[in-house]
């Protein structure tokens, strides 16, 4: 069995302990043998101590234990975020004990107890200017920029720069806390009393005043490899301080989960720390990591998240492909509250390493040398998705923020509805945009509407066609449809063919026999969204 696992933005990470969660005797012996096999082995593609096992509803303690009977399987951890999810050490082989298990009444699945990993690619630091969020056209890495091409920061922070209640969880290598341009924005636990050895918020983690380290099971989520503190410096790097860079939401706190540690991550310690993230009431995670395996363990917690509110920001990878058409995880779930980020140049063009997917990558981000945060209170450029990733989740707390009683939906909804059009990424995402912040923190009625979504085209004979599409905005005023003919082997003839009101689904076009096709997007007095993409049809007598 092959399993390759890719992270996002080129680096690796491991998860562990969770609040609310019942941990069998010898539990840090089985994640400690794991944690050491991962370190021996860096290639290693899942854990060779311990499988996940889920089991229907219907099925007590006596039953699974009859169940794990069958492989001598012990309870190494049960997850009260995904009902009847258990972490089990079998006392045999992995990879019989998934095959066993599975095929026992009332499992719903077993599965191996992946290793994710971070895809990162340092670089040494030009000069400090961060240009994803004010490009005036200036140059980084012998590359000069498009004057605009950026997320639109430095507009809304007239409006709002964050608030300090707010936690963003960065699920990472660690983030070094005492980074001059970090300290003051690392989130605080209210209810823990640091240094006393008890547990005073009862979430059963003793001391836990700055997040944990879920990898080496302390209260010390300290970064050893880099990755965790860029990726939190462009969230949430203090501004405005006279030091070094600035993040995205500069007042809001960082929530450090360290779940790598040198060589990647497990899937038993991210549904950990997404258990903490709910017991914490922390409604936002940035998550740059990523694995071509399936593990519908993750995907359970993931989506047990979302009556808690909790929107899940992932890198989309970086390994230049479609990931419609070859998935990878977490990127590739599609659940309601995740929102997956590709990664974009200083030009507005979709880097060489970002994989891109209509359905399954939402918008882009830059992500190609990225100046932020770096260990030894140092700064420094990376690249890749996991780059990108960040400027989205550091958008997403400021809506959430500015606007306390939204629910994530609609969270979600404004993120996706007010980014601004980038022809490389039309077609290649689902928005066909960049994150714009200037936008999204705006009132609606300045704001330009989303791309319509669904679009299809249907030849209804008598020369004529019929274009449908889903209305993803509530403040357009209308749509415009545009055609073209296909003429040998061009397509010509480019015009607007027709306006369709506000909330009006379909239009139906009086056209010439053969072969056109058809594109609408959405307008209002702030200006109009992306053109959906090109739909074919062959229209007929």
């Known amino acids: 069995m092959q399993i390759a696992i890719a992270l996002l933005a080129y680096v690796v990470v491991s998860l562990s302990a969770s609040a609310d969660i019942t941990v069998g005797p010898g539990a840090d012996v089985t994640r400690q043998d794991a944690k050491s096999a991962l370190e021996a082995d860096p290639a290693m593609e899942y854990s060779p101590t311990s499988i996940f096992v889920r089991f229907a509803p219907y099925m007590d303690h006596a039953m699974q234990r009859q169940v794990l009977d069958a492989v001598g399987g012990a309870v190494v951890l049960r997850y009260t975020l995904v009902p009847g999810l258990m972490l089990v050490d079998p006392g045999v082989s992995v990879e019989h004990a998934v095959e066993v298990l599975g095929a026992m009444p009332g499992v719903i699945y077993s599965e191996f107890d992946l290793v994710y990993r971070l895809d990162d690619v340092p670089n040494d630091p030009l000069f400090g200017l961060q240009w994803g969020l004010q490009n005036r056209g200036q140059f980084i890495a012998g590359v000069s920029g498009t004057a605009g091409a950026d997320i639109g920061a430095v507009e809304a922070?007239?409006?709002?720069?964050?608030?300090?209640?707010?936690?963003?969880?960065?699920?990472?290598?660690?983030?070094?806390?005492?980074?001059?341009d970090l300290a003051a924005n690392i989130w605080i636990n209210p209810g823990e009393v640091a240094g006393n050895g008890v547990d005073d918020d009862n979430n059963g983690f003793v001391d836990d005043i700055r997040g944990w380290d879920f990898y080496s099971n302390n209260n010390n989520p300290m970064d050893l490899n880099g990755h965790g503190t860029h990726v939190a410096g462009t969230i949430g790097a203090a501004g405005n301080n006279g030091v070094g860079v600035t993040g995205v939401a500069w007042q809001c706190s960082i929530v450090p989960l360290r779940v790598a540690g040198p060589n990647g991550l497990f899937a038993s310690d991210v549904i950990r720390a997404l258990q903490y993230c709910t017991a914490m009431n922390i409604r936002v995670s940035n998550n740059s990591w990523s694995s071509r395996g399936y593990s519908a363990a993750i995907f359970d917690a993931i989506s047990a998240m979302i009556p808690h509110g909790h929107i899940f920001v992932c890198?989309?990878?970086?390994?230049?492909?479609?990931?419609?058409?070859?998935?990878?995880?977490?990127?590739?779930?599609?659940?309601?509250?995740?929102?997956?980020?590709?990664?974009?140049?200083?030009?507005?063009?979709?880097?060489?390493?970002?994989?891109?997917?209509p359905s399954q990558v939402h918008l882009g981000a830059p992500g190609v040398e990225i100046y932020s945060t770096a260990l030894g209170g140092r700064y420094a450029?990376?690249?890749?998705?996991?780059?990108?990733?960040?400027h989205v989740a550091g958008v997403v707390a400021l809506i959430y923020a500015q606007n306390p009683s939204w629910t994530f939906t609609q969270v979600r909804e404004r993120v996706l509805g007010t980014v601004r059009p980038v022809a490389a990424l039309n077609g290649r995402t689902v928005t066909g945009g960049v994150v714009n912040l200037a936008a999204a923190i705006m009132p609606a009625a300045d704001v330009a509407p989303r791309q319509p979504e669904g679009v299809q085209v249907v030849n209804l004979g008598s020369r004529s066609a019929r274009v449908a599409w889903v209305d993803a905005s509530t403040n357009e005023i209308g749509f415009e449809i545009q055609r073209e003919t296909r003429w040998s082997n061009l397509w010509i003839g480019q015009i607007i063919i027709g306006s369709a009101g506000q909330n009006q689904t379909v239009f139906v076009d009086a056209s010439a026999l053969g072969r056109h096709r058809y594109r609408v997007r959405a307008y209002n007095d702030a200006g109009a969204s992306a053109w959906s993409p090109w739909r074919v049809v062959d229209v007929t007598e």
């Open 157 to 180: 922070w007239n409006e709002f720069t964050g608030e300090a209640s707010f936690p963003i969880a960065v699920l990472d290598s660690g983030v070094q806390w005492s980074h001059p």
């Open 381 to 390: 450029f990376r690249s890749g998705t996991s780059m990108a990733a960040p």
């Open 315 to 357: 890198a989309a990878g970086n390994e230049g492909i479609d990931i419609d058409r070859s998935p990878r995880y977490p990127a590739s779930y599609n659940l309601p509250n995740m929102i997956t980020v590709a990664a974009t140049g200083s030009r507005d063009l979709r880097a060489a390493f970002t994989n891109i997917g």
